[in-house]
């Protein structure tokens, strides 16, 4: 699922969380673990903090691509296929 998630994220555009979840048939936190692991992986890197309670009062929530946890990520300078590590 790691390898599917990778190839979603370099088709390029923003992807918000929930989008990604159901295009893996699967839950928002599982998704936040997987960007973790891919970050631990060097395949993705943070971009600046995370947006915290303001996301509430944002009146671009709904679209945002940082979704619930407020992360920004993009991916790394790194070999794009996802090995077995």
């Not at 159901?22 to 936040?32: F, G, H, K, M, P």
């Amino acid at each position: 699922m790691l390898s599917r998630l990778l190839e979603l994220l370099q088709e390029g555009g923003t992807h918000r969380v929930a989008d990604l979840a159901r295009a893996l048939d699967t839950t928002s936190e599982l998704v936040e673990v997987m960007l973790e692991d891919l970050a631990r992986m060097g395949y993705l890197r943070r971009v600046g903090g995370a947006c915290g309670p303001r996301c509430g009062a944002c009146s671009l929530a709904g679209s945002c691509a940082a979704g619930e946890s407020g992360q920004v990520w993009t991916l790394a300078e790194r070999d794009s296929s996802l090995r077995s590590e």
